[in-house]
T-cell receptor, first 112, second 114 residues
C-alpha cells in the first residue's frame, strides 16, 4: 500500500509569513508524529497524535507552532510568523502501534 | 532529558568488511531500540528493531542490545558501497506525557570504500 506522503516537498517563504505543512499517514495507522531535522542535526520530536488527540505536545518549540489532525488521518503542522531558524526538513511518521514508525519524504522549509 | 549518543563519524570501511555502529542511551526505562538508515536528502528508513538483550540478525545486519550497559549496536557484514549512508539510532521510552517517545541520536555517517 501507499506510504506516508507529505506536501509540499519544498516550501520557500519569507520571514513573518505563515506556512502549512501536510501529512497523510499510512492508512489505518492511528499514531502520527512530526519531527524536525536541521542541517547536521538529529531528528527533533515536535508532536505526537493518537487518533485526533495530541497527548504529547512537549516538543513544539514555541507557540508559533501548532498542529491538528482530523478524521484520524491527515495532519497539518502550521508555523506562524516564520523565522529563519525555522528552516529545516519537517518529517512526518506514522505507526500502527507505539513503536515502529514509518517516515514520509519530508518537507524542506526555507525561510528567507 | 533522554539522550542518545552516537559517534558522528565518518566511519570508513573497505567493501566487504564489517561495519560496526554504536549507540548509548541514558534512559534505563527504554523499551525498544531501532536502527534507521538515511541517505543524503532522503527520509529515514527502518532497518531493524530489537527489544531484548542479545543479538538479532536480519540478512547482513545484526543488532546487539545490552540493557545493563545501555548500549546498542548495529553490525553490517560484507559492507557494500550502497550501504554508505547515515545510520540513526533511536530509542523508545515512555515520555510521561501520555505517549511513548522515540528519541534519535544524531547519526553516524558510514562510507564504504570500493
Amino acid at each position: 500500500g501507499a506510504g506516508v506522503s507529505q506536501s509540499p516537498s519544498n516550501k520557500v517563504t519569507e520571514k513573518g509569513k505563515d506556512v502549512e505543512l501536510r501529512c497523510d499517514p499510512i492508512s489505518g495507522h492511528t499514531a502520527l508524529y512530526w519531527y524536525r531535522q536541521s542541517l547536521g542535526q538529529g531528528l527533533e520530536f515536535l508532536i505526537y497524535f493518537q487518533g485526533n488527540s495530541a497527548p504529547d505536545k512537549s516538543g513544539l518549540p514555541s507557540d508559533r507552532f501548532s498542529a491538528e489532525r482530523t478524521g484520524g488521518s491527515v495532519s497539518t503542522l502550521t508555523i506562524q510568523r516564520t523565522q529563519q531558524e525555522d528552516s529545516a526538513v519537517y518529517l512526518c511518521a506514522s505507526s500502527l502501534t507505539t513503536d515502529t514508525q514509518y517516515f514520509g519524504p519530508g518537507t524542506r522549509l526555507t525561510v528567507l | 532529558q533522554k539522550e542518545v549518543e552516537q559517534n558522528s563519524g565518518p566511519l570508513s570501511v573497505p567493501e566487504g568488511a564489517i561495519a560496526s555502529l554504536n549507540c548509548t542511551y541514558s534512559d534505563r526505562g527504554s523499551q525498544s531500540f531501532f536502527w534507521y538508515r538515511q541517505y543524503s536528502g532522503k527520509s529515514p528508513e527502518l532497518i531493524m528493531f530489537i527489544y531484548s538483550n542479545g543479538d538479532k540478525e536480519d540478512g547482513r545486519f545484526t543488532a546487539q542490545l545490552n540493557k545493563a550497559s545501555q548500549y546498542v549496536s548495529l553490525l553490517i557484514r560484507d559492507s557494500q558501497p550502497s550501504d554508505s549512508a547515515t545510520y540513526l539510532c533511536a530509542v523508545l521510552a515512555y515520555s510521561g506525557a501520555g505517549s511513548y517517545q522515540l528519541t534519535f541520536g544524531k547519526g553516524t555517517k558510514l562510507s564504504v570504500i570500493p
